[in-house]
């Protein structure tokens, strides 16, 4: 069975700090790869999709994919309260989630 | 939410019965999703459907039944074999929007099954 893997955290950053979140995957024939963030009691919300080996940045945030050691991380570079919420990393065409990992951005 | 429209967003029923969730998108995405969320868990994936009158099974399939007649609509039925429905329902597409891929999410139904 294809697998997502991410540490459910909870992982607590200070404020202005750079938080990183980790996804690595089983199916090495995964081609696209997808961040969304979702906040309690709300829908997800795609932040960051990635098919490419090496970084996409896009604003505070910047994936990474590394294909050869099947993973993908998300970097929040000046971290907000706002960006308190459940993180989750989804594979390929048929989205398989990971369980999500819990971020809190102390002030 | 970005065209993706889930109905109703609160659902009640008494155990036994069959209910069809409904999931319509006017983004003229080939792409469309089921999953099941329970409470501090994460997504699990219960059928998916790449193209109009194909759809594959996830990990949870068992008790669930969907149709995709329409490109545009992926109605989801929660079955009475489906042995603990009551779950948060959410509908996901997603498209090729170029340069980019898009992907949106329903608002969500709540299910609960008395």
């Known amino acids: 069975q294809k697998e997502v893997e991410q540490n459910s955290g909870p992982l607590s950053v200070p404020e202005g700090a750079i938080a990183s979140l980790n996804c690595t995957y089983s199916d090495r024939g995964s081609q696209s790869f997808f961040w969304y963030r979702q906040y309690s009691g709300k829908s997800p919300e795609l932040i960051m999709f990635i098919y490419s080996n090496g970084d996409k940045e896009d604003g505070r945030f910047t994936a990474q994919l590394n294909k050869a050691s099947q993973y993908v991380s998300l970097l929040i570079r000046d971290s907000q309260p706002s960006d308190s919420a459940t993180y989750l990393c989804?594979?390929?065409?048929?989205?398989?989630f990971g369980a999500g990992t819990r971020l809190t951005v102390k002030p | 939410d970005g065209g993706i429209t889930q109905s109703p967003k609160y659902l009640f029923r008494k155990e036994g019965q069959n209910v069809t969730l409904s999931c319509e998108q006017n983004?003229?995405?080939?792409?469309m999703y089921w999953y099941r969320q329970d409470p501090g868990q994460g997504l699990r994936l219960i059928y998916y459907s790449q193209i109009v009158n194909d759809f594959q099974k996830g990990d949870i399939a068992e008790g669930y039944s969907v149709s995709r007649e329409k490109k545009e609509s992926f109605p989801l039925t929660v079955t009475s074999a489906q042995k603990n429905p009551t779950a948060f329902y959410l509908c996901a597409s997603i498209g090729d929007r170029a340069p980019n891929t898009e992907a949106f999410f329903g608002q969500g139904t709540r299910l609960t099954v008395v």
């Open positions: 983004l003229n995405h080939d792409a």
């Open positions: 989804a594979v390929n065409g048929d989205m398989r």
